[in-house]
């Protein structure tokens, strides 16, 4: 949730320039000509949108924002709008952060799930907000979107050609639509994060396939994760399924870190890369790849949050919390139909020995 917000406004601009200091020169650093390169690539031919399987999507009316309780314990942004200082590296979890973060991850599924129900023709996303602020006050928990650096909304609706951070408005969902609902909780001052992308009625089969893609996308990134391996695994596993299904990735929307703070390193690239970052045990982040039917340009709406894309292609996301593990990786937003509560990977891969012995480089812990 809350990826990067590179295209209109600069709160995380900083995010996309920032490079460690790097000991290996050879490394790739990250530059902002070295993103601007995912944006130069031939535009698609302007899309008609009377001829789309779908309705195309732009933000409708917003209601005020809900009260909330003050008894409930809540974030350091709840009242300013404004997070707190971001931590350079990576926060290793301890076994009591990891008890928590299982807790707020498994409270983020249980809404997630509730509003999944909701995703249904003739339900306002707003109606769908109603019920996720609401669950979480029943659960003493806080809606971790809540005026985040002034979201106006406890959860986050993106439909169709919504590619992110849609808020959720008065529009009623429509046969054939997609919806991705993108749930985070303050639980005891931990943040779970989790998000699914749902049908809504009738969706035509290029729709269908991109949610199932999108899907494959997320899980076989997770498959690759475990204690030594290198952060690019993920974003070349997501670009490489979303290529040879036809699709692409937007190279913008990145995982984050997550746990007493809502958004930490280490940053999570869901495209091909090389960069030197290794995963280490005790690292909790997401990954979350935004999945295109078509390349197409990120725009930002003048609520300084919805991102839609400029040429109407369809997206779809989907999104875990995820604890890197001595043998694997424990994912702390599984739902109860989901194979990997907790896996262990015996992949071994023929590259880690060697670069084990020349890894002159990694987070400071």
Request: with cysteine.
């Amino acid at each position: 949730m809350f990826s990067v917000r590179y295209y209109r406004q600069s709160r995380g601009l900083h995010s996309l320039l920032s490079s460690h200091t790097l000991q290996n020169d050879r490394a790739p650093r990250r530059t902002l000509f070295n993103f601007l390169k995912f944006l130069t690539s031939p535009k698609q031919p302007r899309v008609v949108p009377e001829d789309l399987p779908y309705s195309v999507v732009m933000p409708e009316m917003v209601s005020p924002r809900r009260a909330f309780p003050e008894s409930i314990l809540k974030p350091e942004y709840a009242k300013t709008g404004k997070p707190g200082m971001p931590s350079l590296y990576p926060i290793l979890a301890d076994k009591y952060d990891v008890g928590m973060m299982r807790e707020a991850g498994g409270l983020a599924r249980k809404i997630l799930d509730l509003a999944g129900k909701e995703a249904k023709v003739g339900v306002t996303t707003d109606k769908i907000d109603e019920l996720v602020h609401q669950a979480c006050i029943d659960h003493r928990a806080y809606p971790s979107p809540l005026n985040y650096l002034n979201f106006p909304k406890s959860v986050c609706t993106s439909v169709n050609n919504i590619m992110v951070h849609g808020i959720p408005d008065s529009r009623p969902l429509q046969d054939g639509d997609i919806i991705n609902i993108d749930v985070a909780v303050c639980l005891n001052e931990y943040h779970g994060d989790v998000s699914e992308t749902f049908l809504v009625g009738d969706v035509d089969e290029g729709g269908r396939r991109l949610v199932d893609v999108a899907r494959r996308c997320r899980d076989e990134a997770i498959l690759k994760c475990c204690h030594g391996r290198k952060i690019y695994e993920i974003g070349n596993t997501v670009t490489a399924i979303a290529e040879e299904a036809g699709f692409s990735v937007v190279p913008g929307f990145v995982g984050h870190g997550v746990g007493k703070l809502f958004h930490c390193k280490p940053d999570i690239w869901h495209y091909a890369n090389s960069y030197p970052e290794f995963m280490t045990e005790g690292m909790i982040f997401t990954i979350e790849p935004v999945i295109l039917e078509y390349e197409d340009k990120p725009l930002c709406h003048d609520d300084d949050w919805t991102m839609f894309s400029e040429n109407y292609a369809r997206s779809a996301q989907f999104e875990h919390t995820v604890l890197i593990t001595e043998t694997g990786v424990e994912v702390l937003t599984a739902g109860s139909n989901e194979a990997f509560l907790h896996r262990a990977n015996e992949q071994k891969d023929p590259q880690s020995d060697i670069e084990k012995e020349n890894q002159d480089w990694t987070f400071k812990t």
